[in-house]
């Protein structure tokens, strides 16, 4: 089970970044969103 939750965490982190290059600031909202999710909420 860890390692799927890291997994999600890492992936959140990725979407993150990739928001960085081709995203909008919604994107970037909502993939903190996410990641705050994953990190604190799991």
């Known amino acids: ?13 990725v979407s993150l970044l ?6 909008t600031r919604r994107d970037r909202l909502k993939s903190l969103r996410f990641l705050r999710d994953e990190v604190l909420l799991n």
């Open 1 to 13: 089970m860890a390692a799927l939750r890291a997994l999600r965490i890492a992936y959140a982190i």
């Open 18 to 23: 990739d928001t960085f290059v081709t995203g």
